[in-house]
């Protein structure tokens, strides 16, 4: 109970905005999964080989797509939740944009193309600045007490 007096009542935002982000990575393990299957590289291979197999690039590509935005992960949630905070209205807005950013360079990536990750997916970053500028703000606002 304390705990919700705390944080603000918009901070409920910041909460949907992670199960979302939650789902989407659900979503792309699934197609990891599913490349998996198609160009049939079997557990424990992170990485196909293209020695081993012609849709090396392929499969890696979709495997990639999904291990950037594992690797961005504990980055992204940090962020959203110091940052909400203060700003939970703002942390929901960028976290939806920086999921939906996400959701086009995991599908650019995918494509077996890396360059087309960028299309939209590298706007990403704004997102995560925005998100380091709201959580500097809330460690600014700690500070003067």
Known sequence: MAVTQFLPKEYGYVAIVLVFY????????????KARKQYKVPYPTMYATESENKDAKLF????????NSLELMP???LLMI???ISHPCICAALGSFYIV???FYFNGYATGDPQKRLTIGKYGFLALMGL??????FGIQQLRG
């Open 101 to 103: 950013t996400r959701i």
């Open 75 to 77: 980055i992204f949630f």
């Open 132 to 137: 380091m500028l709201c959580t500097l703000s």
């Open 60 to 67: 890696n590509c979709v495997q990639r797509g999904h291990q």
């Open 82 to 84: 110091l940052g909400g």
């Open 22 to 33: 939650c789902f989407t990575n659900f979503w792309m393990s699934f197609r990891v999964g």
